[in-house]
């Protein structure tokens, strides 16, 4: 479930605001050249938008005059200069037309182009961050900050940053027109500007604290939703979609309320701006009506002035109708530059040994060895063994004794609290981390497939392998014949959560992946716990050619597998409390026999 839990009570506000609002300046500052374009057209189009009204008062004086000429007997309507104005005005129209569609056609552009950069920089990110991290945090948490945070964050950018140029270039704009016509009118207009700044601010105060709230329990909400889905079997099997409703609708009620909330007060803007812009209407037409009257300014200039004080008002209003994009920009983006600086797994050795992980023969050693997902909760407790080259090494013991996490050490998924562990006498600390992985193939309990064909899914333990390599090791790991009974065969394609195959067949694909892998050290953890007892045999004596001349950790709760180890290390609360060969052990009769004929005493 998603990890940002709580009671709606106090919302808490962004917390770096300024901070997430300068690195997504750094992102845009990339596409300078193309946002200079951008503000360049948007400036040009309102420009030329502007200067609308003020030609069209010019056709409105002229209409008034000549209908006053026509009254006074002395002429009439000089329709010609109308349709010349009506053309300007046009040709105008049109220009501005045209600026804003390339404007928009290349800030579109430069919005994708971030949003890519930012999701490729977030797929890398996830390979870079250490196992705790996801120990700590939903997968569907992850996936709303690729997914939703990024699209609100690009959207917001598309339609605030043109508009913010528009309504600049539009306030610049208009005052000058305005003082073009009448100061006195225009100090009138400008006197809405503290009412109309005051209102803004107090609302976009208000509701931001409400937007990052909206994020944070949106992206609870897809991490219920991703796992609940994910384990949507293992809900119905113990009936249990009350309690998961019932969880989901609570979290759903707080995204519920923090968006209401979020939306109906910055939805407050506009009333206020509209009620703002009608005072400012009433009186510029009172006052209007009065110069005119007085001569001092034409009929038509009334007109202009009326619809550059709609005009200067819009920036104003569109600031307020844009202040929730803007407040949903920055909590997007917020959580994004969040994650994006997460520390990351150091991949590199501090000190490097001058070894290379390529001739390493495989002895390992493990000395007192001391680990604890959490520093207070210690799993394995000064774990100490000594494993020589080509050895099969069995680890068993009951749920929980930490076998599973010994291998995870292994493989450096995990730093030690204490101790060491070697490969030929040289400390794994002292090779990078990608090295001492691409040293060992790995089969998990958990299989784990992709989207694709079988035959791309088996040649990911060795991208360069040629399909006949590919065949024979699912041959290897007897797999070809079940692969060659599905519709493709080898070229089927396996849908996202490979549920067109068995457990069982994606397990023995998986040790297909393996085999084909060919590394000198291999981990297997519970290999062939989703196959049959028949398809266990003939799988073990693959593994058992597999691992011949190799290092070789297994991990079984099946003792039977593991009867031919070189050794077997009894593991119980995180300590080896037994090690010998299967024989040794049951002549012992300790805590291994007593494991041993519990499996069999039923038998």
Same mark, same amino acid.
Request: hydrophobic residues 45%; negative net charge; contains cysteine.
């Given at each position: ?95 501005? @037309?045209? @600026? ?22 977030? =797929? ?60 006195? @009118? ?14 803004? @601010? ?191 090494? =069995? ?197 291994? =026999? ?10």
């Amino acid at each position: 479930m998603g990890r940002h839990g709580g009671g709606m009570g106090p919302v808490e506000k962004a917390k770096d605001f300024k901070g997430s609002f300068q690195k997504l300046l750094q992102y845009i500052s990339e596409y300078h050249i193309a946002l200079i374009l951008v503000a360049l057209l948007t400036a040009g189009s309102t420009i030329f938008n502007i200067i609308g009204p003020k030609v069209l008062g010019k056709a409105t004086t002229e209409i008034f005059n000549g209908l006053m000429r026509k009254v006074q007997g002395i002429g009439g309507i000089d329709f010609d200069k109308i349709r010349t104005i009506l053309l300007i005005i046009l040709g105008l129209y049109l220009v501005s @037309m045209a @600026m804003a569609y390339i404007q928009g056609f290349v800030m579109a552009g430069v919005v994708q182009k971030i949003s890519f950069q930012m999701r490729n920089e977030i =797929a890398a990110k996830i390979n870079r961050l250490p196992m705790n991290y996801f120990d700590r945090v939903s997968n569907g948490d992850v996936l709303s900050r690729i997914t939703n945070d990024v699209d609100t964050l690009t959207q917001g950018l598309n339609q605030s940053v043109t508009q913010l140029i528009s309504s600049a270039a539009t306030l610049i704009g208009v005052l000058v027109m305005m003082l073009s016509i009448s100061p006195m @009118m225009t100090l009138v207009a400008l006197m809405l500007l503290p009412v109309s700044g005051i209102g803004i @601010m107090t609302i976009v105060k208000r509701s931001q604290s409400y937007f990052v709230s909206q994020q944070n329990y949106l992206g609870e909400v897809n991490g219920q939703i991703e796992e609940n889905f994910g384990g949507h079997n293992v809900v119905k099997l113990f009936t249990r979609e009350e309690a998961v409703l019932k969880h989901f609708e609570e979290t759903n009620e707080k995204l519920y309320e923090s968006a209401w909330k979020s939306q109906f007060i910055s939805g407050m803007a506009h009333p206020i701006m509209v009620f703002v812009g009608n005072l400012g209407y009433v009186a510029v037409v009172i006052l209007g009506g009065f110069l005119s009257i007085r001569g001092v300014i034409e009929v038509g200039d009334i007109q202009s002035f009326i619809q550059y004080v709609r005009q200067f008002t819009q920036p104003i209003q569109q600031v307020a109708q844009i202040s929730n994009m803007l407040q949903s920009t920055m909590a997007a983006a917020e959580r994004v530059f969040e994650f994006l600086e997460e520390p990351e797994e150091q991949m590199r050795a501090v000190r490097h040994t001058d070894r290379r992980i390529d001739d390493i023969r495989g002895n390992i050693s493990f000395s007192h060895v001391c680990f604890g997902y959490q520093p207070d909760r210690i799993i394995l407790k000064d774990f100490s063994a000594e494993v020589k080259e080509g050895q099969k090494i =069995a680890i068993v013991g009951p749920t929980g004794a930490g076998k599973t996490t010994l291998v995870k050490l292994l493989m450096r998924f995990y730093d030690l609290n204490s101790g060491s562990i070697c490969m030929d006498g040289v400390n794994v600390e002292e090779f990078d981390k990608q090295e001492v992985r691409e040293a060992f193939g790995m089969v998990l309990q958990d299989t784990w497939l992709f989207k694709g064909t079988i035959m791309e899914n088996i040649r990911y333990g060795r991208l360069d392998a040629t399909d006949e390599e590919v065949i024979e090791a699912a041959k290897a790991a007897h797999a070809h014949h079940f692969i060659k009974t599905l519709p493709g065969g080898y070229q089927m394609e396996l849908n996202e959560e490979a549920t067109n195959v068995s457990q069982g067949q994606k397990q023995l694909l998986t040790i297909a992946r393996a085999i084909l892998a060919d590394k000198k050290l291999l981990i297997l953890d519970e290999a062939t716990s989703s196959v049959d007892t028949r398809t266990e045999v003939r799988i073990q004596k693959a593994m058992d050619h597999l691992m011949q001349g190799r290092t070789s950790f297994v991990i079984a709760h099946r003792l039977s597998t593991i009867r031919d180890a070189d050794r077997i290390l009894v593991m119980r609360d995180g300590d080896i409390v037994e090690q010998g060969n299967h024989e040794e052990l049951l002549k012992r009769n300790g805590f291994y =026999a007593e494991l041993y004929r519990s499996q069999f005493e039923e038998l």
